[in-house]
């Protein structure tokens, strides 16, 4: 079974980051305001991108990176920055 991290935009142009299984049930979820507390605070407007993984112990490693990027590596990330997304990558292995 696939494992995803998601990033999310939400309100006032913040960059949400999640794990789930099923993405849009997850994304369904945070719109209803039962996700996250940030999304509760900062509703979602839409997915900005998605990584597929092979276990929930990579994804979660993954989403952990993420969140310690700065502001300007996400949007770099989000707009498809393929050396920051294949060092995130790679550094899952390490």
Same mark, same amino acid.
């Given at each position: 079974m696939p494992h995803f991290v998601y990033m999310l935009r939400c309100a006032g142009n913040r960059i949400y980051t999640g794990y789930a299984v099923d993405v849009e049930a997850?994304? +369904?979820q945070h719109k209803s305001g039962k996700?996250?507390?940030f999304t509760r605070a900062?509703?979602?407007e839409c997915v900005l %991108?998605?990584?597929e993984l092979g276990t929930r112990e990579e994804a979660l490693r993954l989403e952990a990176r993420i969140k %310690? #990027? +700065?502001r300007s590596q996400k949007e770099q #990330?989000?707009?498809g920055? +393929?050396?920051l997304t294949a060092a995130l990558l790679e550094?899952?292995?390490a």
């Open positions: 997850r994304f +369904e996700g996250a507390k900062f509703p979602p %991108k998605t990584f %310690k #990027l +700065e #990330l989000v707009a920055d +393929e050396a550094s899952l292995s």
